[in-house]
């Protein structure tokens, strides 16, 4: 009792010594709340859309959200790092900041909305309503140039109006939704309701913002500096998002209907756990750049503790998964989802690899090596691309994923006979494998 009041002392009065430290825990705690909001309505919500459409429709629903998702790239053009950089820098102004992005942003998502297009046409085949519903959705590539100015939050560490924003807005639209279970609604009707929150959402954003787009002016120095230093993100960011999401397209063509719903339970239920390195990576990332433009030292100890906190959070996850997968899902979804559990515990296998990238990104985006990223990041498409269309067609849900997962192990190998900076990268990974031994010693 006596080692845990020290314990707490000794915490307050490194709280009182680092007020950033403070303010950092503070805006955990603020995006942690919101996620576990978020979490537990999702969960539950989730299981009852996924029950009321079933495997065959769900897998619809699914399939036309996850293929607009990869398009968004394009509507995040810019590098979030460094335009969080600059709006705490005094270099330009905050206004032309973001007045010159959201251009850039709005121009890049007409790009984006007319690639997915040509990707339907490609792709599709046989049901126009399928595909009509899959445009219609896709007009929510425009909104999300509007995240901009969640990152203007993000930069002062002021986390309260986005912690409410993002509540109202999902708890607004999860309340659709089960509006439409009990309703019996189509998919239209609950693709419609993904598009009104992010509605409400944007709005809310823009009101405690207080911005207009009649402020400030286009930059273009600014601008050139950013799409100059941006575009290889852009690239890699979408060849990741087409990496992890190869599945669907493969499942929905050469697979069932069924199969497909099943494999989309996985990921959603998945996909939902994701708000635990986004929380600790946004948090955690502004004293990173404080440490990057002046305390070198610090700066790798924060970055190799990033990658141990994510690298563990993704280990932690994929055992709790794999002891609950078959009662989650018989409990939740019923027996329609009978080939459900497996896939979600062997898709949670994919959330070590993609939480470390993350940390990866974040530290090569830092670094402006991000061509490297890119290089890697083809590459491990290419192959999993080559994994999918081999062993799909005979092996479903179980193929999918060993063909990522073989795809990065493939890939950090090889790659890291030809990058230093991959091959820094791996080293950064090995390390998180002794954390334990490294936190114990340093509690002692």
Same mark, same amino acid.
């Given at each position: 009792? /006596? ?60 399939? /036309? ?54 990707? %339907? ?36 560490? !002021? ?189 949670? %296998? ?32 290419? %192959? ?16 999918? /994923? ?16 030809? !990058? ?18 490294? %936190? ?5």
């Amino acid at each position: 009792m /006596i080692r845990v009041k020290a314990s707490v002392e000794k915490f307050q009065t490194f709280l009182g010594e680092h007020p950033k430290a403070k303010t950092v825990i503070k805006g955990f705690g603020y995006l942690f709340s919101e996620r576990m909001l978020k979490f537990f309505i999702g969960f539950f919500v989730h299981a009852m859309v996924a029950r009321h459409l079933g495997p065959e429709h769900f897998g619809k629903l699914s399939y /036309i959200i996850k293929t607009v998702n990869i398009f968004y790239t394009f509507s995040l053009f810019g590098v979030d790092e460094i335009i969080m950089r600059e709006l705490m820098g005094t270099t330009y102004e905050r206004n032309d900041i973001l007045k010159t992005v959201f251009r850039i942003r709005i121009i890049m998502a007409l790009v984006g909305f007319l690639f997915l297009g040509a990707f %339907l046409l490609l792709a599709q085949e046989g049901d126009s309503k399928f595909t009509l519903l899959t445009y219609i959705y896709g007009l929510n590539v425009f909104l999300q140039a509007f995240n901009l100015f969640e990152l203007s939050f993000q930069a002062k560490l !002021s986390f309260k109006p986005l912690f409410w924003a993002n509540n109202i807005s999902y708890i607004f639209s999860s309340g659709l939704r089960v509006l439409g279970v009990f309703l019996k609604s189509t998919v239209s009707f609950f693709l419609s309701t993904y598009i009104i929150g992010e509605i409400i959402l944007k709005l809310l954003v823009q009101r405690q913002m207080g911005f207009s787009f009649l402020q400030g002016k286009y930059n273009k120095e600014f601008a050139e500096q950013l799409i100059k230093a941006s575009y290889p993100y852009f690239l890699s960011a979408f060849v990741v998002l087409l990496d992890q999401r190869l599945s669907f397209v493969f499942i929905e063509r050469f697979r069932t209907p069924g199969e497909l719903g099943n494999y989309s339970v996985a990921v959603t239920l998945v996909d939902l756990w994701l708000f635990l390195p986004t929380a600790v990576t946004a948090s955690v990332f502004p004293t990173i750049i404080t440490a990057f433009n002046g305390h070198k030292e610090q700066y790798s100890i924060r970055i190799q503790y990033l990658a141990d906190i994510l690298v563990w959070l993704g280990i932690a996850f994929f055992i709790g998964v794999f002891l609950s997968a078959d009662l989650v899902i018989h409990l939740l979804y019923g027996s329609r989802y009978e080939e459900a559990p497996e896939a979600l515990w062997l898709y949670a %296998l994919t959330t070590v690899p993609v939480f470390f990238n993350l940390a990866r990104l974040k530290w090569l985006s830092l670094e402006k090596n991000l061509n490297d990223w890119l290089w890697f990041s083809a590459f491990c498409l290419a %192959l999993n691309f080559v994994g999918h269309y081999y062993l799909v067609p005979n092996y479903g849900i179980r193929g999918a /994923i060993l063909s990522f997962l073989l795809s990065q192990f493939i890939g950090n190998f090889v790659m890291s006979v030809f !990058s230093k900076n991959i091959r820094h990268s791996m080293l950064i990974f090995l390390k998180t494998l002794i954390f334990p031994l490294r %936190l114990v010693k340093v509690l002692r």
